[in-house]
């Protein structure tokens, strides 16, 4: 297992229908919006909520065999010898042992305590704030509950929750070959977050989150040291000929990966490769042209 | 004649949390100038433990400019509650932590610093768009971006009596400027003020705070400092 050398930038797109990809707990549990701007947020933690739990599912991070999870529901421990209190005895002894066993603090950082002081680890791999790439509107609905508010009632209560019809949600991450230095990130546990971003968020299924469906990821790679372009999820586009508001399916509207192609073209020399992923309904689009994926110089399909 | 770097820093939101806020997470319009240190430590990769030495005893001059308008909003964090978490981070339970955060933000940094290894690095690095960590404002969910505006050859104007128009933001505790030099008498301004860190020890023990004054909407404000700077393109600007 190799330690990460190279710069990559992450863009991940995905999408939701008729449900809460990300409630707000102070605000009834809406979906957060923007209110200025009606665009959908998405919390950094949420998605590497996503990644953890898939890691914890169906990845064998349980906690056996030296592969674990640091941040983690104790609702999801399975058994009562994991979360013994000799095990975080363990753990709060030896940071490197937490370092060599737990992947989500070797990809996102984590802070451990110790008796009197504590551990930074700074993540190689940070995630901004998950943005719907066109306005949403809020739908509330309204429902016949399945049971009685209380005992001995012979009606049922009812339900109201706040939906998005449907969000186009985008996030951009980077990961860092420097801060990998110092959490040993290997190539290995990359690979394993992005099956996580991919396969987690089709994972998610609970009646907020059921449906959500992986449309697009990028990794793009540098070989030029230190160097990143920034941003990159801004330059991908939705054009629809509906309003923003009234997109509801994928087939409603394309991606313009012009200023994309273009700003990879212009760093050609520092760009080594790009891996992706990509849904087969969404279409993109090149100045005016529709343009497929794997056509283009440099793109290659992950497999999972 | 000296010269100072010029450059752009935005991101989508950002948070440099008030140190006397500790419940309610609140933000200051601008990042102290001690942040920017880390800032640039970071694009330099200067160690997190080691790179206030760099900044020690008056070496490095900062001037910041808002270049979009500040944007306050909260967002809702759905956060682990430490007290009862395991290690810190086996979730028992969560607390749920309203941030403000600001929004659209872009500034631009008048960069000076003694060290000629340090500001030649930092003029490569900005040029050809590198950063040895990742860059964020204020919180590691902002990641941000930059631009290198350029390098300027900088004149300092002593014993100023005139008004002028200054673009950065202005520090009013000090001998070169109170606010009684500050014409508040334009129509078109909003005047805030902010008390933030400008000076730290490398055990992280704040030596000097300043008082700030900025224009919300990142105008220029008419004031009449003994001492300003001013840049080969007329501007002119008053550096922390």
């Known amino acids: 297992m190799s330690t990460v050398d190279k710069r990559s930038e992450l863009v991940f797109l995905y999408d939701i229908k008729d449900a809460n990809p990300n409630g707000d707990p102070l605000d009834a549990d809406k979906p957060r919006i923007d209110e200025e701007t009606g665009i959908n947020l998405v919390t950094d933690v949420r998605l590497k909520r996503t990644i953890r739990d898939y890691l914890f599912d169906y990845k064998d991070y349980n906690g056996k065999d030296g592969k674990d999870i640091f941040v983690r529901e104790i609702k999801n421990d399975d058994g009562s010898i994991q979360d013994g209190k000799m095990r975080a005895k363990d753990f709060k002894e030896d940071p490197e042992k937490v370092l060599e066993s737990c992947i989500d603090v070797r990809l996102f950082g984590g802070v451990i305590p110790l008796s009197g002081d504590s551990i930074t680890y700074t993540g190689p791999v940070q995630f901004q704030m998950g943005r719907s790439l066109h306005k949403v509107e809020l739908e509330y609905i309204k429902g016949t509950g399945a ?158 | 004649m000296d010269k100072l770097l010029l450059f752009d820093i935005w991101a989508d939101y950002a948070h440099f949390k008030k140190y006397y806020t500790t419940t309610s997470p609140l933000t200051f319009a601008i990042p102290p100038k001690t942040t920017l240190y880390g800032i640039v430590g970071a694009i330099l990769g200067l ?70 290894e340090i500001y030649n690095k930092l003029k490569k690095y900005l040029f050809e768009h590198k950063s040895v960590y990742s860059i964020s404002l204020g ?38 400027l109170s606010k009684g030099d500050i014409d508040f008498s334009q129509g078109d301004r909003e005047y805030y003020s902010d008390k933030v860190a400008l000076e730290m020890k490398p055990d992280r023990e704040v030596t000097d705070y300043g008082q700030i004054i900025f224009e919300g909407n990142g105008k220029s404000i008419r004031a009449k400092p003994k001492k300003y700077y001013e840049l080969e393109t007329g501007d002119k600007c008053l550096l922390l």
């Not at chain 1, 985008?170 to 990130?185: D, R, S």
């Not at chain 2, 433990?49 to 400019?65: H, M, P, R, S, V």
């Not at chain 2, 969910?141 to 128009?165: P, R, S």
């Open chain 1, 147 to 304: 049971f009685a508010s209380g005992s001995g009632k012979s009606k049922k209560t009812f339900r109201e929750e706040y939906v998005v019809p449907y969000s186009l949600i985008g996030f951009y991450g980077i990961v860092n070959e420097n801060a990998a230095q110092e959490t040993e990130l290997t190539e290995e546990d990359v690979d394993l977050l992005i099956e996580g971003m991919w396969k987690g968020t089709k994972n998610l299924i609970t009646r907020s989150k059921i449906g959500q469906t992986p449309r697009l990821l990028l990794r793009v790679n540098y070989s030029e040291e230190n160097f990143f372009i920034g941003e990159l999820k801004n330059y991908i586009k939705l054009v629809s000929e509906k309003r923003e508001e009234e997109i509801r399916d994928v087939d409603d509207y394309k991606l313009d990966i012009t200023a994309l192609i273009n700003i990879l073209k212009s760093n050609d020399d520092k760009v080594e490769s790009v891996d992706y992923l990509v849904n087969p309904r969404v279409d993109f689009v090149n100045d005016g042209d529709e343009v497929s994926l794997k056509d283009l110089d440099k793109f290659t399909e992950i497999e999972l």
């Open chain 2, 47 to 116: 160690d997190k433990e080691e790179y206030l030495d760099y900044f020690q005893d008056g070496k490095c001059n900062i001037g910041i400019e808002i270049k979009n308008p500040i944007k306050k909003t909260r967002i809702n964090l759905n956060l682990i509650n430490t007290k009862s978490a395991k290690l810190m981070s086996r979730i028992d339970n969560r607390t749920q932590i309203k941030t403000e955060y600001l929004k659209d933000v872009r500034y631009r940094v008048y960069f000076q610093h003694q060290d000629d």
């Open chain 2, 139 to 176: 919180l590691s969910e902002n990641l941000a971006n930059f631009e290198f505006i350029g390098e300027y050859e900088v004149a300092e104007i002593d014993n100023n009596e005139d008004w002028i128009d200054v673009a950065s933001v202005l520090r009013v505790d000090s001998d070169y």
